[in-house]
Each structure stands twice: as structure tokens, then as C-alpha cells.
Nanobody, 118 residues
Framework: QVQLVESGGGLVQPGGSLRLSCAAS????????MGWYRQAPGKQRELVAQ???????NYVDSVKGRFTISRDSAKNTVYLQMNSLKPEDTAVYYC????????????WGQGTQVTVSS
């Protein structure tokens, strides 16, 4: 029932910017912490950024100051603004929604490829 639809990935040069979007079902958006994960080839999936239902945010150290997570409740959409992109940011990025109510349910988008290369 719940769908997370991602967009905005692609190829960008080092130093460039991308904005990822994740449109979520309205029923889950209000009750879930939203996050962006990424998985690079040969590496473990990691949480990049998270925004809670109370609008607190968390970032992995490697993206602090460069990435910004935000959400638009009216559009049921969460964004990841990525600036000053580096080759090491290359990964498949996944949108995640995790209910902060019981029952705890985890939802995932299909993933979108971000490639940072000259």
C-alpha cells in the first residue's frame, strides 16, 4: 500500500549539486521518520540523513555541511539537497520511511543512482 517514489538521481560532475525527491503515501508521511540511505559498490549501506516527525535532523559526518534533508508535509515529499558533491558520494540512494508508532513498519523506495564523476 505504501509507496515511496524517488526521483532526481543522475550523473553530476564533482562540485555539482543534485536534489533527490521522495514522494510518500500521505498516510505514512505524518507518522514516520524519513531518511535517505546509500550503498556504494562493495560497501555497507549507511544512513545519510534523517528527519523525524518532530523535524529534528541527523547526518552522517561525511555529508554534514553539504547535504540538507527537508520535507514538505503538504506534498508528502522528503528532499535531499546535495551540494559540493564528491566522487565518494557515488552510490545508490534509497528513501526510507519508518513508523514511529506501533506496529513499527519499514518502507523503502526502489533506489536511485547518483554518480559523481568528471
Amino acid at each position: 500500500q505504501v509507496q515511496l517514489v524517488e526521483s532526481g538521481g543522475g550523473l553530476v560532475q564533482p562540485g555539482g549539486s543534485l536534489r533527490l525527491s521522495c514522494a510518500a503515501s500521505g498516510s505514512i508521511f505524518r507518522l514516520a521518520n524519513m531518511g535517505w540511505y546509500r550503498q556504494a559498490p562493495g560497501k555497507q549501506r549507511e544512513l545519510v540523513a534523517q528527519i523525524t516527525t518532530s523535524d529534528t535532523t541527523n547526518y552522517v559526518d561525511s555529508v554534514k555541511g553539504r547535504f540538507t534533508i527537508s520535507r514538505d508535509s503538504a506534498k508528502n515529499t522528503v528532499y535531499l539537497q546535495m551540494n559540493s558533491l564528491k566522487p565518494e558520494d557515488t552510490a545508490v540512494y534509497y528513501c526510507n520511511a519508518n513508523r514511529n508508532r506501533l506496529p513499527r513498519i519499514d518502507y523503502w523506495g526502489q533506489g536511485t543512482q547518483v554518480t559523481v564523476s568528471s
